[in-house]
């Protein structure tokens, strides 16, 4: 009886500290629209750096292309656009689209966020020009990412 | 109280087994096995970056080895940083007001990631700069 009576007090307490499961959930995870908008010459590229939060894919998106001048028609010229990691004086691209401005999206990847190192989650996204422009342009580009 | 002193012994063994696990002990800093050379004109007011990969938790070192202004070596001081890439820029977290020189002006350690050198003209310089930088890291 004494047994017992131990053994029925120590599976309460076992119970008592044990983590409660509770079930998985497929939420999406929320995602934050960055702009990165800037002046391209001829032959130039240029990049942004973002950190992401969790794990989804990245959008980024030429939205906009216009001669660096006031009151001028927009531009329709095939750009060079990626998704990559800084590298260098540069970022280094692993998804890549050429693409004029548009309304949806023109490259999409996979981002991964690693929860130990903020410094392991940077991405950056890249416009280049690739033989187009004729002249200076101001760029808009939208980033979409976890 | 022979009935408890059982029970006491059991919940006392299941209180050990379900308690915080231990600190795990702090990782010894790799050392900078690696290095990149980052070399280029530093124009008058202006300052340029360079991205670098920490592939493991460790010690990274900035050594700004010269500058020469107007093809002469100059010991003009200039910042150089460590930092993380954001934006069209170098977010950076330590940094130090240095001539070129032959032993590591900036240091620190840092968890795996992408972070990144970056050198500032604060004088400002008399004409635009040619500096050479070695980043070592793990």
Do not use: W
Not at chain 1, 19 to 39: E, H
Not at chain 1, 55 to 63: F, G, R
Not at chain 1, 137 to 143: G, H
Not at chain 2, 110 to 124: E, M, S
Request: glycine share 8%; aromatic share 6%; proline share 10%.
């Amino acid at each position: 009886m004494r047994t017992l009576l131990a053994l029925v007090a120590a599976a309460a307490l076992n119970a008592s500290c044990q983590n409660t499961p509770t079930a998985p959930t497929n939420t999406a995870p929320s995602r934050a629209s960055q702009y990165f908008s800037g002046v391209l010459n001829p032959g130039e590229s240029a990049f942004y750096s973002f950190t992401v939060a969790a794990t989804a894919d990245t959008d980024v998106t030429l939205i906009s292309l216009l001669p660096d001048q006031a009151a001028s028609p927009a531009l329709a010229i095939p750009m060079s656009l990626g998704i990559g990691t800084p590298a260098g004086t540069d970022c280094r691209t692993t998804s890549t689209a050429t693409s004029p401005p548009g309304l949806s999206p023109q490259v999409t990847a996979p981002t991964t966020a690693t929860i130990s190192s903020s410094a392991a989650s940077i991405y950056c996204a890249r416009i280049a020009d690739i033989g187009g422009l004729t002249g200076p342009v101001a760029f808009i580009v939208k980033i979409v990412h976890p | 109280m022979r009935s408890i002193v059982p029970a006491l012994i059991v919940s006392a063994l299941v209180a050990v087994g379900c308690s915080s696990p231990s600190v795990a002990p702090t990782p010894t800093p790799a050392d900078p096995t690696l290095s990149e050379t980052f070399a280029g004109t530093l124009k008058v007011g202006g300052s340029a970056f360079y991205s670098f990969t920490v592939n493991q938790y460790g010690t990274v070192n900035l050594t700004l080895n010269s500058l020469a202004v107007d093809s002469q070596p100059s010991d003009i001081q200039l910042t150089l940083s460590i930092g993380q890439p954001g934006g069209t820029d170098c977010v950076v977290s330590t940094s130090q007001t240095t001539a070129a020189g032959s032993t590591p002006q900036v240091t620190g350690t840092f968890d795996p990631g992408i972070y990144c050198a970056k050198l500032v003209d604060i004088a400002p310089l008399p004409s635009p700069g040619v500096f050479n930088i070695t980043i070592a890291h793990p």
